[in-house]
Structure formats: structure tokens, C-alpha cells
């Protein structure tokens, strides 16, 4: 089996918005991502606009080919774009305006009566529906009574921590993992993942989707886009690998 690898193309906007230029464009980016083995194309687009705008979203919808998946937090507005745009799937994630990046996951369980009916609007609409969530079980129980399809595990935790403390968050998640999958959602992670974590990600069976942005972006300044994507699809088939030990 392989793993689906899904670009996020936020962070070439941001570069773009850090000069108000119109290059580099994260559309032009999304082709490269594809032709270099991409799956998919992820793009967040935020509340105030920071790096993907609206004009953004509308041309992935146009241009992309494989996949694309709109990350939106659960508010009317991006409700109201998200059915107009109608992208592949829609990843619902918490947004904090003076947050850096998400930090954590979207709470389903305490929000389920407000997240709820951007869902059934969603699943109504034959839009995919995935939920970024902690990596707890309470969480994926959640997502699975909200209709979900598919549940994204926040890896933040485990990318920030090191020795025993990683070993303890990478437990949590593939217990989260094989809970999810038992209910019959499908299984994606992302949060600060990069080329030299990923494969113990890749390695947890029922994982068949990662979201990665800000690290290959990040490589890509080093060696170029499609060699970035190319070799975090290496790391992934490292840790696919694994699963046969």
C-alpha cells in the first residue's frame, strides 16, 4: 500500500504576501507538487487572510487535478465559500486570531453543537468531511457521531517532543489511529511533520494520509520544490516499510 501525500501550499503564499507580489504564485506551486508525485493539494484558507486568500481557493479549485482539500475553520462565512467552491474534501480545524499556526485540535466533543450543522451542511453538500483532531478517543468517537469521513491527528505534540515524552505521544497516536479505524474513518495526520519524523507516522497501519506544508516549503528553499516533495514521499515509503517488520 502507499500513503497519500497531500502539499500544503499555504507557506508559498506567505512568502508571496511577506513582499505584496504576486510570485511566488501557490498555484504554480500546486502544479509542481503534483507532477513531482503529490496526491493531493491541502490549502488553509484563514479568517484574516494571512498567507491563501479567496482568489487563491477559486484558482486551486480550477487548476488542481488529483485533489484539493480546503481547510477552513467552522464559521458561516467559510461555509458559504466552501459550498460555492466545492473543493474535494473540507478538513474543519480551530482558528485563533493570534495564533502563529493551529495549535491543537478542533474539540468535538465540547463544540459538537456549533461544528455540527457546518457537518451535515458539508455532507449534505457530497463534500468530504474531515476532522483535525487531538489524538484521544473521546475526539474520535466525536467525529464519528458528526458524520465524519475521515479524521486528521494532530502531530504537533509528538513533532515538538523528544526521548520518552515521543515515544508517549506517538502511543496516544496510534491508539487514536487503530480507534478510528475500527469505527471506519479513514485515517490522516499532519502538524509540523517533516522528512526526518515522518516515517514513524507512516509506519502506524491505519494512517493513509498525510498533510505536510511548512517543512517542505521550508526544504524547497535548500533544493527545489519537486526534489522537497520527492524526498518527504521517500520518507513516507521508509515508514510504510516499517509496518511489514
Known sequence: MTIRLHVNVDHVATVRNA??????????????????????????????????NDADVERLRERITTFFNLEMAPTEEMLRIALKVRPDAVTLVPERRE????EGGLDVVRGASTVGPVCRRLIEAGIKLSLFIAADEAQVEASHDLGAAQIELHTGEYCNATGKGRREQLAL???????????????????????????DIAAIGPVAEVNIGHSIVADAVFGGLDSAVRDMRAALERGIALRNL
Open 19 to 52: 513582499r505584496g507580489t504576486v510570485y511566488p504564485d501557490p498555484v504554480f506551486a500546486a502544479a509542481v507538487c503534483e507532477r513531482a508525485g503529490a496526491d493531493g493539494i491541502t490549502a488553509h484558507l484563514r479568517e484574516d487572510r494571512r498567507h491563501i
Open 99 to 102: 495564533e502563529r499556526t493551529t
Open 173 to 199: 497516536l496510534v491508539r487514536a489511529a487503530q480507534r478510528a479505524s475500527a469505527r471506519g474513518l479513514e485515517v490522516a495526520a499532519g502538524h509540523g511533520l517533516t522528512r526526518h519524523n515522518v516515517t
